[in-house]
């Protein structure tokens, strides 16, 4: 009796995750030689049981298929390096502080507003400003820490310009116009849960004077950005977290001023200084807009090319028509806006040493990913995550959806990158007939995996825990801390599909 190959599949699927259960949570190693130990695990696989698979070729178009991963966060590195070597950043903390004395209403302000301005192009820069930013207002290291990534958890499936949507796209060749408005509105259920997680995690008071209301108008400000540029206008869905964060801004300052707060003086800068932080982002907003209009969509469009490799899924390349040329532009453009200031804490800076610099800060990341999804690449062609799929696509389509759930989150946990996660899991669902919309699967998948699981990865963790200055004693804290609002996620997530599948599709 042969044996079954879907059995072998499953099995040998399994191998590099446990390698990397293994890597983090026993052995305590960093994102980067966990990714490349799973890489490695597989490769061997491959050859013992898998001999006719290709190897470094599947490895290598995998990476090329990941490319807008890869410019994202390479851009995303130096969009953090010259947005603060300009005195940008500095300032705009500056003026997002002066709106309260009000501890609560700075740490909302601080994590809304720079979470969607700065994370919108770049996610990993927001953790530096604001994790330190929330524990100088006096709450502690660890707290601080752990508050955030549960706050921006709903949150990051639309950082660096929509590049979990867009790894997605990638993997599944679902466009991502489809993905927007199941991505947008299934979000919006967590947004509560991540911001009711933050408070309780900072001991927040919500009976005190002002302190409700504060958290309800974040609420407000993050889902009307979420419904206006996700179901109202999907075409603008890049502008979802820069819309997000402007209304959280609005919200806030209409009460603090209706109320009588009191808020500190900024009369040492001028309107234009005031203004300026914000001009880069102004920038990207018109780049975005503009490509999307005649001429210059249909000029932009004919810049696109193809790329084969070995007879794999071609790969679609527009180097003018991406979310790290965006990022690059919305760089370089800090420099047209810099801030020159005698007492100011910015070293000074140059495009050419930021970008260096910047491209240097990125090597760990970048290297991370190039592993990680060349792991994915070899499953592909192996037939593994095919084979996985054929286990459990007999389920039910509630049961599936469920399912698929629940084994992102499991996933997500434990991949080196959150992107790898994304696009292995997207690829699978490609063929599964479960009287489902291909998209809704893959929508599930790109939330859970790039946002739902964040908090609980071993590098994030690490990396957050060590912005705060928080011992390594806490970290434990962290995960247990977090851990209870992620589940609620995953929860909610379920019960949204569910409801969702019964009540609109079946």
Sequence with gaps: MAFDPNILGAITFLLPIITLFVGFLILKWDALKVSIAGWIVEVIVLLLAYPEAEIMRASIWADVSLWNAFAVIWTGFIFGQMYSNTGLLERLVKVLGSLFTHKWGKALTLSGVVGGLIGA???????????????????????????????????????????????????????????????????????????????????????????????????????????????????????????????????????????????????DISIGGIIRPFAPIIVGILVIILWKLEPIAGVIARAEFTINLWGFTPVKLNLLNNPGFYILLIALSSYLFKIHNSKSNVPRSNPVKDLINGSKRSYKTMLTLFFGSGLVGMMLNAGQIAAVRNMIVHLSAVAYSGVLAIFSFASAMVFAEGLPADFLLSSMQVGVDVKVPLALLVSIIAIVTMGVADPLKPSLLKYTSTLADAPDTDEPNMFKSALIWQLTEVAVIIVEVVLGIILFIH
């Design 121 to 267: 192009f770049n996610g990993y820069a927001t953790y530096p400003v604001t994790i330190q930013g929330i524990k100088e207002l006096g709450y502690k290291s660890w707290r601080a820490a752990t508050g955030y990534l549960v706050f921006l958890s709903s949150s990051i499936p639309f950082v660096s310009l929509w590049i979990a949507g867009t790894v997605a796209e990638t993997s599944s060749h679902v466009p991502i116009a489809e993905l927007v408005p199941y991505i947008g509105l299934l979000t919006i259920p967590l947004v509560f849960v991540s911001t009711f997680g933050f408070a309780h995690i900072l001991k927040i008071d919500l009976k005190a004077e002002h302190n409700f209301a504060l958290l309800l108008l974040a609420l407000l400000g993050a889902i009307t950005g979420r419904i206006i540029f996700t179901q109202i206008i999907p075409s603008l869905y890049l502008l979802t977290l820069i819309g997000s964060s402007g209304f959280i801004f609005i919200y806030l300052l209409l009460y603090s001023r209706m109320k009588g707060m009191e808020r500190e003086n900024l009369t």
